[in-house]
Every structure is written in structure tokens, then in C-alpha cells.
Nanobody, 112 residues
Framework: QVQLAESGGGLVQPGGSLRLSCAAS????????VNWYRQAPGKERGLVAS????????NYADSVKGRFTISRDNVKNTVYLQMNSLNTEDTAVYYC?????WGQGTQVTVSS
């Protein structure tokens, strides 16, 4: 059974940082693209960042370029999303997705 489990969300002040993790079981993440999405209240779920398999080519939404970094740890079968310089517009539930599977999401709240 495939499971993706996000963690690392929480409450952070504007300008702060968080690192989200997406740990997989039953699926070898290094073989597939992995995407991070987010959904804010009243808004549609949107793609934040993606990382390709093998070569690890990364792509980012314009709103997070230069602030967020997606990366892999193939030994841990985990993908990370390092989020720096957070602002209130980054508040959302963050989901990871790979090969047709979604995680349960982790809440990120940016507030003073």
C-alpha cells in the first residue's frame, strides 16, 4: 500500500522558514516526479514546485522562485520543500503528490 506522509508544517512569523518533508512508503520516489501543491482557504489547489526523477530537474511557481527549494533524499525516500522568506500569502495546506498518490497535507500558517 502506497502512502505519502507530509510533515513539518506549523505556525511561523513572516520572514521565517520551514522545511516540509514528504516521506513515502510503498513507492520509490526516486523513480518518479514529485510535486508539492498548496491550497489556501477559498482557493484552488496549485502547483508550488516539482522535481523530476533521475536528473532531478526542478520547477517552481513564479510566486515562490528564489524562496523555496525542492530536494530529494533517495536513501530516506523523502522529498523536501525548504521554504524561506515566508509571507502571509504562503499560508495554505501543502500536499505532496507522486505517481497518482496524494499525501494528507500539512498546514502552514504565516502570521505575526
Amino acid at each position: 500500500q502506497v502512502q505519502l506522509a507530509e510533515s513539518g508544517g506549523g505556525l511561523v512569523q513572516p520572514g521565517g522558514s520551514l522545511r516540509l518533508s514528504c516521506a513515502a512508503s510503498g513507492l520509490t520516489l526516486s523513480k518518479y516526479s514529485v510535486n508539492w501543491y498548496r491550497q489556501a482557504p477559498g482557493k484552488e489547489r496549485g502547483l508550488v514546485a516539482s522535481i523530476a526523477p533521475a536528473g532531478g530537474l526542478e520547477n517552481y511557481a513564479d510566486s515562490v522562485k528564489g524562496r523555496f527549494t525542492i530536494s530529494r533524499d533517495n536513501v530516506k525516500n523523502t522529498v523536501y520543500l525548504q521554504m524561506n522568506s515566508l509571507n502571509t500569502e504562503d499560508t495554505a495546506v501543502y500536499y505532496c503528490y507522486s505517481f497518482g498518490y496524494w499525501g494528507q497535507g500539512t498546514q502552514v500558517t504565516v502570521s505575526s
